[in-house]
């Protein structure tokens, strides 16, 4: 255990030590793996902001349910009752037709019409809150109301929140292809500059063999280097997601302004910093394990 | 310690390196391998740490038979010899000192303790003072003598050497051997290949001569 230990720190040591020396060539590896990580890693953190905003907006899934003029006093009883008790709501209101009317009479401009209008035309009416935001849930929520007797109309828009879910289902695709083709990317590049670095230490590795290391022993250095290559790109890519939320974020602030929210683009939280860290060093250990055990079945013996 | 059985080992393109081949080697004995220069000396040794594998026979060295080793074996068999190569296969980049502590690095051993070992196996070759030197400050002979340091650096059973005197003028070619033949006193088990006879007469131990790949006398030197 302790050996291992060792083997590891040393193979740890080795493959800093490497890096150091070629500080140069090091440092525009990472860059090229960074850049390309930037891409999805922006994209992912665009798309995780747009999810709280959505999450934001629909916060009130509000139906309103129009009765019909000639409900019996009895019916709409008993469809308040089943509308409090009924789990899927959250909050109900009724309003009564001759209150709606004072309440339309109340918006500005409209009160000269209101006054002009010889009956009351609006029906009576609840007014709910889903306690589910999902569209789905609220369609439903719907079209049960729907069929009860006393009821003329369920207004419920929930076709911009499918639109807006469409389109993240559809960004978010595009994002994990293009971090599938990069990863992808990734792994070859690490692969060749993996390869590169073997060449230029075959002596080492061929007298390393021919005295009695294992295959492992000389693998571990250039898994790590490998490993340190990814996470040094997926670190640079984060550098590179935060600096362009820097400048971008003041005018998207300013933009959100004129709507009137406040909407600005998030920092990946922790766990998806740590992925964008995490996955390329995985697929930089991947592109080295490849490259090492290529070279070694090359070099074996018949 | 080492046994041969009809040994042959044939190249792939035709080339037979050897043919029929056998004969053992006690422990703790000293053995000189010689003849001319393609006899199928280095294919011999070769055979030895797996390096290359029998076309046919048997090659069985400490019991294990090596032809039939997984190669996840091989490292542990080379472990425990010492082998020093042709061309010595040091390494330019690096010093003396670490050249040697190269096998102890894999094996596992305390950086203490392999310091302590490397320092001792640099004593066995009169190489003490020039741990710190780069290999190529050296002269031939004492290349020759860090590649011997770094085989014996693991204490090893068996040692095992191809042609550790070439290109080393009569003195320094002496010198090469008499730390064999103390390595050889405390109990090591030695297989030298030189073209050098005059070198093998010298020592009075048995000489097996080896002429386009078959064996031939075996006898002891006077």
New interface residues.
Partial sequence: MR?WL??HR?ALAAALGKLAAQRASSAVSALVIGVALALPAGGYTLLESVRTLTGRMSLDPQLTVFLRDKAVRGDVDALAARIKTDPRVAVSRFVPREQALKELASVEGLTDVVGALESNPLPDAFVLRARDRDAQAIDALAADLRRDPSVERVQADTAWARRLAAVTRLARVAVLLLAGLLGFGLVAVTFNTIRLQILTQR??I??????????G?IRRPFFYLGLLQGAGGGLLALAIVWGALELLNPQIAALAASYGTNFRVAFPPGGGAIVVVALPAALGWLGAYMSVSRYLREI??? | MISFSGVSKRY?GGQEALRGVSFAVQSGEMVFLTGPSGAGKSTLLKLI?A???PSAGSVVVNGQNVGALK??AI?????HLG?V?QDQ?L?Y?RSVFDNVV??L????V?PREAARRVRAALDKVGLLGREKANPVQLSGGEQQRVAIA??VV?RPAVLVADEPTANLDQESALRIVEIFVAFHQVGVTVLIATHDQAVAARFGQRVLHLSDGRLGSTEKGT
């Fill in positions: 050996s060792r083997h040393q002596e080492e061929e007298v390393s063999k021919l005295i009695g290391a294992t295959d022993y074996q013996p018949k | 792939p740490p390096i290359e594998r190669p996840a490292p542990y068999l080379r472990r082998i190569f296969k390494l980049d190269l096998p690095s894999f094996s596992g305390p770094r085989a693991n």
